[in-house]
Structures are given as C-alpha cells and as structure tokens.
C-alpha cells in the first residue's frame, strides 16, 4: 500500500523551532519529487516547499525563505522540513506530497498525499 506519513508536528512558542518528518511506504522516494504544503483554516492550500529527487533542487515560498529548510534521506525513504524561527502565521496542517514530475509548487502536479501534522505557533 502506498503511503505517506507526516509526524513532528505539535504546538511551539514563536521564534521556536519544529522538524516534519515525511515518510514513505509501499514506494521508494527516491524516483518522487516531494513537495511540502500547508493549509491554515479559512485558507487555501499552497505550497511551502518541494525538492528534487536527487535533492539538488530546492523551491521555498517568499515568506519561509531562510526559515525553513528542506532536506532527504533516501536511505531512509524520508523528507523533512526544518522550520526555524516559526511565527504565528505559519500554523496550519502541514502535508507532504510525493510527484513522479519534477519538482514544483502546483499541487495538482502530485499524485501521493499523506495525512496531514498540525503545526502551531502561539505564545
């Protein structure tokens, strides 16, 4: 069975830091470009993040740049997403998202989805 699992999610202080965890089963990762999205309530989904499938590549969005860092293991058949420096505007649910395209920020493009962590950011 194909899945995607998001974990490390969880409530942290602004200005703290979190690290997702995006891992993959049923597949190897290694032949998938993975993106990172979010969606706040009331919101739309966008994208936050994607990485190529040598990790070569990188996409951030505007407001996660110098922030947020994504990264693979695919050894470990896992993705993450370091986020430093978190702020109120970054809660949502965070979802990885695997595509056998190249990397991008259009999640139409992608064709595995996980679940979904809750990030929140509040004092």
């Known amino acids: 069975q194909v899945q995607l699992v998001e974990s490390g999610g969880g409530l942290v202080q602004p200005g703290g830091s979190l690290r997702l965890s995006c891992a993959a089963s049923g597949f190897t990762l290694d032949y998938y470009a993975i993106g990172w999205f979010r969606q706040a309530p009331g919101k739309e989904r966008e994208g936050v993040s994607c990485?190529?499938?040598?990790?070569?590549?990188?996409y951030y969005i505007d407001s996660v740049k110098g922030r947020f860092t994504i990264s693979r293991d695919n050894a470990k058949n896992t993705v993450y997403l370091q986020m430093n420096s978190l702020k109120p505007e970054d809660t949502a649910v965070y979802y990885c998202?695997?595509?056998?395209?190249?990397?991008?920020?259009?999640?139409?493009?992608?064709?595995?989805w996980g679940q979904g962590t809750q990030v929140t950011v509040s004092s």
């Open positions: 990485i190529s499938r040598s990790g070569g590549v990188t």
């Open positions: 998202a695997a595509t056998a395209s190249v990397a991008t920020m259009s999640s139409s493009l992608y064709d595995y």
